[in-house]
T-cell receptor
Framework: DADVTQTPRNRITKTGKRIMLECSQTKGHDRMYWYRQDPGLGLRLIYYSFDVKDINKGEISDGYSVSRQAQAKFSLSLESAIPNQTALYFC?????????????FGPGTRLTVL | ELKVEQNPLFLSMQEGKNYTIYCNYSTTSDRLYWYRQDPGKSLESLFVLLSNGAVKQEGRLMASLDTKARLSTLHITAAVHDLSATYFCAVNTGTASKLTFGTGTRLQVTL
């Protein structure tokens, strides 16, 4: 089984809809991250969390919110989706005990907002 | 603000040839990572470079880090088609374990 899983893997939604992307991990890592990937722009950090009570904005957090329900679960929400949020979204984890910076990625969620 | 630049952005090379991908970054950091991404897939960790002068090799790929020059290189030796993918470097900003990614280098190895 994969260490970092994301659901759904693909999602098509309409402008204005609320959508939640979920991430779960079995690696036992304390740190979790959400990125979006757009062609030609690499990966950009949306939010990150070092534990259940510690959530921080990344470089492009506007229009997004997150919830860390447990050490193993980190959800990303789009309260009112817009077309320019169409992208590939990745969840990642890292382990403080291992130095904290090498990140391990989930399979990604392809989101299309019409 | 940390900026990470890769070049080239696209590289088409013949099998058997050698080439180098460059990753430059704008502020001090001593941790750099290389990832591989196949089309439509996730990112796979290739190398972790943790100090100045670090060199890691795996098969036909070799990565190095020069923290004084703020430069990392990913050298490809005798390329094969299976190496076709997009390669990203990522730099630790030094605070909060955040990584800043380069825009990626799309490598296409042709027969």
């Amino acid at each position: 089984d994969a260490d970092v899983t994301q659901t759904p893997r693909n999602r098509i939604t309409k402008t204005g809809k609320r959508i939640m992307l979920e991430c779960s991990q079995t690696k036992g890592h304390d740190r979790m991250y959400w990125y979006r990937q757009d062609p030609g722009l690499g990966l950009r950090l949306i939010y990150y969390s070092f534990d259940v009570k510690d959530i921080n904005k990344g470089e492009i957090s506007d229009g997004y919110s997150v919830s860390r329900q447990a050490q193993a679960k980190f959800s990303l929400s789009l309260e009112s989706a817009i077309p320019n949020q169409t992208a590939l979204y990745f969840c990642a984890t890292s382990d403080l005990a291992g130095g904290g910076t090498e990140q391990f990625f989930g399979p990604g969620t392809r989101l299309t907002v019409l | 603000e940390l900026k990470v630049e890769q070049n080239p952005l696209f590289l088409s090379m013949q099998e058997g040839k050698n080439y180098t991908i460059y990753c430059n970054y704008s502020t001090t950091s001593d941790r750099l990572y290389w990832y591989r991404q196949d089309p439509g897939k996730s990112l796979e960790s290739l190398f972790v470079l943790l100090s100045n002068g670090a060199v890691k090799q795996e098969g036909r790929l070799m990565a190095s880090l020069d923290t004084k020059a703020r430069l990392s290189t990913l050298h490809i030796t005798a390329a094969v088609h299976d190496l076709s993918a997009t390669y990203f470097c990522a730099v630790n900003t030094g605070t909060a374990s955040k990584l800043t990614f380069g825009t990626g280098t799309r490598l296409q190895v042709t027969l």
